[in-house]
Structure formats: structure tokens, C-alpha cells
T-cell receptor, first 113, second 115 residues
Framework: GNSVTQMEGPVTLSEEAFLTINCTYT??????LFWYVQYPGEGLQLLLK?????DKGSNKGFEATYRKETTSFHLEKGSVQVSDSAVYFC????????????FGGGTRLMVKP | GAVVSQHPSRVICKSGTSVKIECRSL??????MFWYRQFPKQSLMLMAT?????????EQGVEKDKFLINHASLTLSTLTVTSAHPEDSSFYIC???????????FGEGSRLTVL
């Protein structure tokens, strides 16, 4: 079956630090990969996505590259802000499963001023 | 962009009562909606897949008689937690598949607290 593994949190960084949140996956087909963000008290929001190998998704300074050879989709940001404090979920969507999402466990990011 | 609205966003109820949560796609038709449950500090867990006009498909371990799902129209799916108990307290999130692009959009979530 499909699965997503991401690094456990919490991740605590100072403002302007570099962020990496690792995500690896296993899938039977050719999934699309996503990063979702959940800010305190809010629902999930799509942060970025990549639909095929070597694609790079980017949004709000965050980037992630779909690496088929390493089955990874690590999230990076060069300079985090306090407002980036949230829980980040890596997910995959298997088109053969009707777009059903499989989520990783989530990583809480705390950015201190 | 496409919007999915959930209502209510917060609900507190007494043990033994039933609670209905609505999930609406406001500006697109959604033939498929998903219901997820999120326990504190844990990931989302898929509860069921809801297809318009047919019975929902429940994931293993999810009680279909306890979590009633109805997808009566292309823009509305409801989740009813029947005879709620404190262990049902959780954050419930729906998502809807936009029919043309296949993209998923999430509702804001509904926090249920059962006293």
C-alpha cells in the first residue's frame, strides 16, 4: 500500500534560519505529491504540489522537488518567519485510488523571533 | 479559487447526542468528497469516501453505523456522529474533488467536543 513518512517534530528554529522537513514515500503507482500546511486554529491548506518526477513545487518561499530515485519530496525554505509556525503535512495522491490522499504524520514547526 | 465550507466549525455536545457536520463545495461540483479525522498531534486519517448518489465507502475500523455519511447532492456531504461519546471528540475535516481538474480542496475543519 501507499505510505508517507516525514520527520517527527517539533522543529524549532530561529527567524531567518534555513528549514528542511524530510518526506519520503512508498507508492504502487505514479503519485502526485503535496505539502499541506495547517496554521493554528485553521484547516488544511495546500502549500505546494508536484505531479511528476523532477517537478519542483514552490509557494510562499517554500520549495520541494519530486525525486523519484530517492522517493522523496523534502520541503525547504531559505529563511523562515515567525508566521511560518504551523504543522506541515506531506501527502501523496494515487490516481489509481481515485485521488485519495495518504498523509504523513505531520511536522510541527515553531519559529522563534 | 475553489472553496469548501464546513459547518459548524466548533460544536460541543453531551454524550449520547448526535451531531451533524456539513461540507459544501461553494463554487464547484464535487462528485467525490472525503472525510478525515485528526487526533491531537497526529496525522489525518481517512474515514470514508463519499460519492454523490451512492453509499459511502468506509475505511477499515470506521463504524459506518456511528459515522453516517450522506452525499445527497454534488455540492453537499454530511457526516453525522451518532450517539457521540467523549472518545469521538476530534477534529473532522472534509475535502472535495473538483470535477474538472481533479484537484482536492479542504474544508476548514470542525472541532467536536463531547462532554
Amino acid at each position: 500500500g501507499n505510505s508517507v513518512t516525514q520527520m517527527e517534530g517539533p522543529v524549532t528554529l530561529s527567524e531567518e534560519a534555513f528549514l528542511t522537513i524530510n518526506c519520503t514515500y512508498t507508492a504502487t503507482g505514479y503519485p502526485s505529491l503535496f505539502w499541506y500546511v495547517q496554521y493554528p486554529g485553521e484547516g488544511l491548506q495546500l502549500l505546494l504540489k508536484a505531479t511528476k518526477a523532477d517537478d519542483k513545487g514552490s509557494n510562499k518561499g517554500f520549495e520541494a522537488t519530486y525525486r523519484k530515485e530517492t522517493t522523496s519530496f523534502h520541503l525547504e525554505k531559505g529563511s523562515v518567519q515567525v508566521s511560518d509556525s504551523a504543522v506541515y503535512f506531506c501527502a501523496l495522491s494515487d490516481h489509481y485510488a481515485g485521488n485519495m490522499l495518504t498523509f504523513g504524520g505531520g511536522t510541527r514547526l515553531m519559529v522563534k523571533p | 479559487g475553489a472553496v469548501v465550507s464546513q459547518h459548524p466549525s466548533r460544536v460541543i455536545c453531551k454524550s449520547g447526542t448526535s451531531v451533524k457536520i456539513e461540507c459544501r463545495s461553494l463554487d464547484f461540483q464535487a462528485t467525490t468528497m472525503f472525510w478525515y479525522r485528526q487526533f491531537p498531534k497526529q496525522s489525518l486519517m481517512l474515514m470514508a469516501t463519499s460519492n454523490e448518489g451512492s453509499k459511502a465507502t468506509y475505511e477499515q475500523g470506521v463504524e459506518k453505523d456511528k459515522f453516517l455519511i450522506n452525499h445527497a447532492s454534488l455540492t453537499l456531504s454530511t457526516l453525522t456522529v451518532t450517539s457521540a461519546h467523549p472518545e469521538d471528540s476530534s477534529f473532522y475535516i472534509c475535502s472535495a474533488v473538483e470535477g474538472v481538474t481533479g484537484e482536492l480542496f479542504f474544508g476548514e475543519g470542525s472541532r467536536l467536543t463531547v462532554l
